[in-house]
């Protein structure tokens, strides 16, 4: 019988002061119990920490008089939290580089695989030490050499849930773990060889301009150099029994938000230089073998995609199964998308890229002086549309957006066009503070732009299912009930790829969204319907701009049928 998830956490520090207390605060906020671990701090850190030490307010401050490490610190919070009877510990740094926000989904993630070791992987800004991230990438290769395989994209990130029993298995066998900062790297290797599975969640993160770093340029960089020495000689010596233990594969990410932005920034900018120097076609064979990596290696987004496709060749009547060349036309696609939008954003395409098709419905809505609500996909490219608008009619726009999963992405566009961030709005689920202030702006005649084809991050089974590809699918009830309080027109707004150049349809979907009493879920799901039928003719006319690489089909938590 499993044990019931009881989570606790953990936080080391040395000298961090400034921060802790607002970290412990937010953990305390979400229910967790706390164990700071004073590893040796000086003052004023060490009277800071001591004051936060409440246990009948569930935080518990341990000092260490001698300084251990940071690996020495969060072993003594393993040993406290098994004396606690707590299954899971989440590991949270004192220097709040980490988004506190993404606490509740490491638990989730924890909550749905409790024998896996849930990691964050760090989506970086540009506080980053180039230093750092280079020295992190060495390692990253290492990793996937000591593990013979390529799940675990960053082992060296401080933001995790460790399953307690399989810690303390690891501990009771007496192998040797580093202290320091070659902890993080080693236990997480170490648990992975044992059969540990590891999840992985995007986080964001920051340097804080006044953060206190504990790394030892010299010092540490030797630790973790003698690590993977240690660690590649163990694996050598012990690979039958490695590859034996090797973990199972966590199937499915059940949510479209938990798939990381897999582009490193870098890479990124090269993808840029060389679109401006090849151009399209050029930039595309250039980046291809880079494209074709990660098709290999996105197990997830490759079967998303193999499934999507299987669907719309049947519904197009086509006895025939995609191809791993299909699967990897799909991804080139993207990119091909992804480059597009770059270079409509920095003005390497003209207005003309974008031809209007069927836009009646488009002129309406502009020669209206109060706003509307415009639903979209992630089909085609909607958003190079925006870059080529003129200025006034852009800045007409607000882009509700989710954009955490593709940080690296979106910042490059911000670098070269501060514009890309113009207008849009970063939301995880509309409350009625954010559907006020929405009102007030279509008032002003503003058009709200939303996705119809995303479960938002928070959906609380509100979605409806509906067919789609001769399948029931679930599709979001915000766009509709937004629409309902916004008391607003509705239009739909789709823009493929035909030949050279994109073309730009939009039609009305509703003057406006009536949701009756007694009727309202049925009401929901005819909207939803309506939108999911549009989107389905649109798709199947060119199946590779489709661009949601996750299950659409599965069922979020909690959501039943409208």
Known sequence: MTAPFRPCAIVPSRNHWRAVGAVVAGLRARGLPVFVIDDGSEEPARSTLAALHDPAGGVTVRRLEVNQGKGGAVLEGFRMALAGGFTHAAQVDADEQHDPEAVPDLLDLARRHPDALVTGVPVYDATIPKGRAIGRWVTHVWVWVETLSLRIRDSMCGFRVYPLAAVERLLASGERLGRRMDFDTEVMVRLFWRGTPVAELPVRVTYPPDNTSNFDLLRDNVRISAMHTRLVCTMLLRLPGILRNRPRRLEGVTHWAGLAERGLYWGLRFCAAAYRLLGRRGCLAVIAPVVLYFYLTGAEQRRASAAFLARAFKAQGERRRPTPLDGFRHFLSFAGRALDTFAGWTGWLGPDAVQPGEVGALREAAAQDRGALFIV????????????????????????????????????????????????????????????????????????????????????????????????????????????????????????????????????????VVLPRGRRGEALAGYAAAFAGRLEQHALADPYQWFNFFDFWARPKGSTPS
């Open 377 to 512: 996909a992630h089909l085609g490219n909607v958003d190079l549309s925006r870059a080529v608008l003129d200025a006034a009619t852009r800045r007409r726009l607000l882009v509700l957006v989710h954009t955490r999963h593709a940080e690296n992405y979106n910042r490059i566009l911000r670098e070269w066009n501060p514009e890309a961030a113009v207008n849009t709005r970063q939301v995880t689920e509309i409350g009625p503070e954010t559907a006020i202030a929405l009102k007030e702006r279509v008032e002003q005649g503003q058009w709200i732009v939303i996705a119809g084809d995303r479960v938002p991050v928070q959906s609380r089974g509100r979605v409806s299912l509906v067919p789609f590809l001769g399948e029931p699918a679930p599709f979001s009830q915000g766009p509709y009930i937004l629409a309902a309080l916004l008391d607003c027109p509705v239009y739909l707004l789709f823009c493929r790829r035909e030949g050279g150049r994109y073309r730009l349809d939009a039609e009305k979907l509703a003057e406006r």
